[in-house]
């Protein structure tokens, strides 16, 4: 059946404010606290550090104002904000098969002696903003906290931007700036689901009836075999420029997934992981245990797939077949924040 309104009938998502949706997750315990940053000058292995204390996946970059960093980042109130790198922009800046500005091939990481992958780490942070203006890094998606969310959905959100850096006129530049994800919008609306337009969202609805996790005929499902390194893998996701990749058996059976997610953690101490296979590299990332792989199958009805993604703090769930004979399921697609959101915002 659609939605139910709730009690209260509150603002339609689109009208919503960026600060009336930061409240209301607030005040179901989603706290957004003020961000850290690093400036244009700090190195790749100071980036990287910063994302490792803070358990965080993203960090602004700004201007420097001769500010310095280490480990714990600088404050990102008040200051230029020139990008939003993730830990695989920064990664890819070291490790990728090609350099960000010039696109020339580099050495591979795994042939490079300790002292040149040292000496990458320590290259400024402005290596990995990419020149390539389908990468997400290449601009900075930056509203006004008092902003309605109607642009950031439908020409952000909807069509693959994660995350959105929120700054405030009226709270004066020393404001601490946040940043909202597609994360966060699932969460506003499956609290508030009176906030889309009533009947546009059927939780009842299967995957097969809505048409979610299926790629367009002209494009192919990105996947990598087991036999890989986690090098390899975080190339593939970084070549296609995607955020994940089912890693597939011979068969096609979903064994588990490279995520960005995955990578958290990765300093400059501890890079060099990425010369595992990549199994092996999910289990050190995971105290031992292989990560499970929230799925789903056609049949699967859209209220599980949301309550998967909101209970697991998932990005994404896989689309499969249903188990053979032998316990095991296809990979047949994907299903993302992003669908969801092109869901509310139909």
């Known amino acids: 059946m659609p939605m139910s309104p709730s009690p209260t009938q509150g603002a339609p998502l689109r009208q919503t404010t960026f600060r009336a949706l930061l409240d209301a997750l607030a005040a179901q315990g989603r706290a957004h606290p003020p961000l850290v940053a690093v400036p244009s000058t700090a190195s790749i292995k100071d980036a990287l550090a910063v994302l490792?204390?803070?358990?965080?996946?993203?960090?602004?970059?700004?201007?420097?104002?001769?500010?310095?960093?280490?480990?714990?980042?600088?404050?990102?109130?008040?200051?230029?904000?020139?990008?939003?790198?993730?830990?695989?922009?920064?990664?890819?800046?070291?490790?990728?098969?090609?350099?960000?500005?010039?696109?020339?091939?580099?050495?591979?990481?795994?042939?490079?002696?300790?002292?040149?992958?040292?000496?990458?780490?320590?290259?400024?942070?402005?290596?990995?903003?990419?020149?390539?203006?389908?990468?997400?890094?290449?601009?900075?998606?930056?509203?006004?906290?008092?902003?309605?969310?109607?642009?950031?959905?439908?020409?952000?959100?909807?069509?693959?931007?994660?995350?959105?850096?929120?700054t405030s006129v009226a709270d004066g530049p020393t404001a601490p700036a946040k940043l909202v994800t597609q994360s966060d919008i699932v969460r506003y609306v499956i609290a508030h689901p009176d906030s889309v337009t009533p009947g546009a969202v059927d939780l009842d609805k299967t995957v097969a009836d809505l048409a979610l996790g299926q790629l367009p005929k002209d494009r192919t499902l990105v996947t990598i075999s087991p036999d890989v390194t986690a090098l390899d893998a975080f190339q593939t996701m970084w070549n296609a420029g995607v955020q994940a990749v089912p890693i597939v058996d011979a068969d096609g059976a979903l064994v588990a997934a490279m995520s960005?997610?995955?990578?958290?953690?990765?300093?400059?101490?501890n890079v060099d992981a990425l010369d595992l296979p990549v199994l092996e590299f999910l289990k050190a990332q995971n105290q031992g245990q292989l990560p499970a792989v929230a799925t789903c199958t056609p049949t699967t009805p859209l209220r599980d797939v949301i309550t998967a993604i909101v209970q697991g703090a998932l990005h994404r769930v896989y689309l499969t077949t249903a188990d053979d004979a032998s316990g095991k399921r296809k990979c047949l697609g994907v299903i993302t924040l992003t669908d969801l959101i092109r869901l509310f915002v139909a």
């Not at 020339?104 to 320590?122: C, E, I, M």
């Not at 995955?262 to 400059?268: F, P, S, V």
């Open 52 to 166: 490792a204390k803070h358990h965080i996946l993203s960090v602004p970059v700004v201007s420097p104002r001769a500010a310095s960093t280490s480990g714990a980042g600088i404050a990102a109130a008040g200051r230029q904000y020139i990008c939003l790198l993730s830990v695989v922009d920064l990664l890819g800046a070291v490790v990728g098969a090609s350099t960000a500005k010039s696109g020339r091939p580099r050495t591979p990481w795994g042939s490079r002696s300790p002292a040149d992958r040292a000496a990458a780490l320590a290259q400024p942070v402005d290596l990995a903003m990419p020149l390539d203006n389908a990468r997400e890094a290449y601009r900075v998606w930056e509203r006004d906290i008092d902003d309605t969310l109607d642009d950031t959905l439908r020409s952000g959100f909807a069509k693959a931007v994660h995350r959105a850096l929120l």
């Open 260 to 269: 960005a997610a995955a990578l958290r953690g990765l300093t400059a101490a």
